[in-house]
């Protein structure tokens, strides 16, 4: 019998009873990053299980046709395809942006999931931007940038998957780029807050110009997911102390969500018919750790919308892009 999870409300819930109805997305095309694995698979498997046509941009062919193999076990009759995207490097972004108008099919769902996190030294993208600025934040801008007329065209919606991190630290204005110093703990928490601020300024510039799209954002708490295992390509050889205590912790139902239940926030925020634009979903068991899905109050750092249009024009700048009306 899996252990017990005690919610805000002192009501108690096995982690195997947490989940959401996901509504029928025949007909939808939907885009998730980081569909690979993890939480990213979780989400394109219970989106093609929905009937959505799910197109997942991999920067490891090989991850991704095992991953689109998973899916296909799981639901025999998915509509799930590969495309190739380095986040890390505009090139890709663009081609892939090409790729997709070429195809002339609108998109109805885009799901920010991607990222990496805190390598221990710091890393440059191919374009010279710091690896998690310019791959959690800049890469996924960009994408955006470059999909806007098929987003516009699906009335889509956006939903970009941030992180308990955005809820510390602060945008280092002065050098975004971690060029001066660095500490990966605070440029992740950086990454994540701005891609917040951009997704709730998206939602606003949306509705003054008439794109009709709804922009909102996820984070999934804390769960032992790939982020903190060893990652040779970032530094990390071993598994951090870190996830090693996440795993314990969620193993036992202990505060901590599971990469099942970590997934939900941003299906309920990309699919539920109550998730708004300008939300912020996330887990409701206690310090919004684990637990089901559901809105929450938006975190201190993504409050200033002034600090929304600072990130937006700065954003166009070093990712080289212009969102056309």
Same mark, same amino acid.
């Given at each position: 019998?899996?252990?017990?999870?005690?919610?805000?409300?002192?009501?108690?819930? =096995?982690?195997?009873?947490?989940?959401?109805?996901? /509504?029928?997305?025949?007909?939808?095309?939907?885009?998730?990053?980081? #569909?690979?694995?993890?939480?990213?698979?979780?989400?394109?498997?219970?989106?093609?299980?929905?009937?959505?046509e799910v197109v997942m /941009?991999?920067?490891?062919?090989?991850?991704?046709?095992?991953?689109?193999?998973?899916?296909?076990?799981?639901?025999?009759?998915?509509?799930?395809?590969?495309?190739?995207?380095?986040?890390?490097?505009?090139?890709?972004?663009?081609?892939?942006?090409?790729?997709?108008?070429?195809e002339g099919l609108p998109?109805?769902?885009?799901?920010?999931? #991607?990222?990496?996190?805190?390598?221990?030294?710091?890393?440059?993208?191919?374009?010279?931007?710091?690896?998690?600025?310019?791959?959690?934040?800049?890469?996924?801008?960009?994408?955006?940038?470059?999909?806007?007329?098929?987003?516009?065209?699906?009335?889509?919606?956006?939903?970009?998957?941030?992180?308990?991190?955005?809820?510390?630290?602060?945008?280092?204005?002065?050098?975004v780029n971690w060029e001066?110093?660095?500490?990966?703990?605070?440029?992740?928490?950086?990454?994540?807050?701005?891609?917040?601020?951009?997704?709730?300024?998206?939602?606003?510039?949306?509705?003054?110009?008439?794109?009709?799209?709804?922009?909102?954002?996820?984070?999934?708490?804390?769960?032992?997911? =790939?982020?903190?295992?060893?990652?040779?390509?970032?530094?990390?050889?071993?598994?951090?102390?870190?996830?090693?205590?996440?795993?314990?912790?969620?193993?036992?139902?202990?505060?901590?969500?599971?990469?099942?239940?970590?997934?939900? /926030?941003?299906?309920?925020?990309?699919?539920?018919?109550?998730?708004?634009?300008?939300?912020?979903?996330?887990?409701?068991?206690?310090?919004?750790?684990?637990? /089901?899905?559901?809105?929450?109050?938006?975190?201190?750092?993504?409050?200033?919308?002034?600090?929304?249009?600072?990130?937006?024009?700065? =954003?166009?700048?070093?990712?080289?892009?212009?969102?056309?009306?």
């Open positions: 019998m899996p252990p017990r999870r005690i919610t805000r409300k002192g009501r108690y819930m =096995s982690p195997r009873t947490i989940d959401i109805t996901i /509504p029928d997305l025949s007909g939808k095309r939907a885009v998730v990053t980081g #569909a690979s694995d993890g939480i990213g698979l979780g989400i394109a498997t219970r989106l093609a299980a929905a009937g959505a /941009p991999v920067r490891n062919r090989t991850k991704g046709e095992a991953a689109m193999a998973e899916i296909q076990r799981h639901t025999p009759t998915a509509a799930v395809s590969l495309r190739e995207l380095d986040l890390s490097a505009l090139d890709s972004v663009a081609t892939l942006g090409s790729t997709l108008r070429e998109i109805h769902l885009l799901i920010n999931n #991607a990222g990496v996190m805190t390598p221990p030294d710091r890393q440059s993208t191919a374009d010279g931007l710091e690896l998690q600025f310019g791959t959690n934040h800049l890469g996924h801008v960009a994408l955006v940038a470059q999909l806007l007329p098929l987003l516009k065209a699906g009335r889509a919606r956006v939903t970009s998957q941030i992180s308990v991190s955005a809820d510390r630290n602060a945008i280092n204005w002065a050098d001066h110093s660095y500490s990966g703990q605070r440029a992740y928490s950086q990454s994540k807050i701005a891609l917040g601020l951009f997704g709730l300024e998206l939602d606003r510039r949306s509705k003054a110009e008439g794109w009709n799209i709804t922009s909102n954002l996820s984070h999934p708490g804390v769960a032992p997911t =790939s982020l903190l295992a060893a990652r040779p390509e970032l530094g990390r050889d071993k598994d951090t102390l870190g996830v090693r205590v996440i795993r314990a912790l969620s193993a036992r139902g202990i505060l901590l969500g599971t990469v099942a239940t970590a997934q939900l /926030p941003a299906l309920y925020a990309a699919t539920s018919p109550d998730a708004v634009g300008g939300g912020f979903y996330g887990p409701n068991g206690f310090g919004h750790l684990g637990g /089901p899905p559901a809105e929450q109050k938006l975190y201190s750092r993504l409050a200033s919308a002034d600090d929304a249009r600072r990130i937006w024009d700065l =954003s166009e700048e070093l990712a080289h892009v212009r969102f056309q009306a």
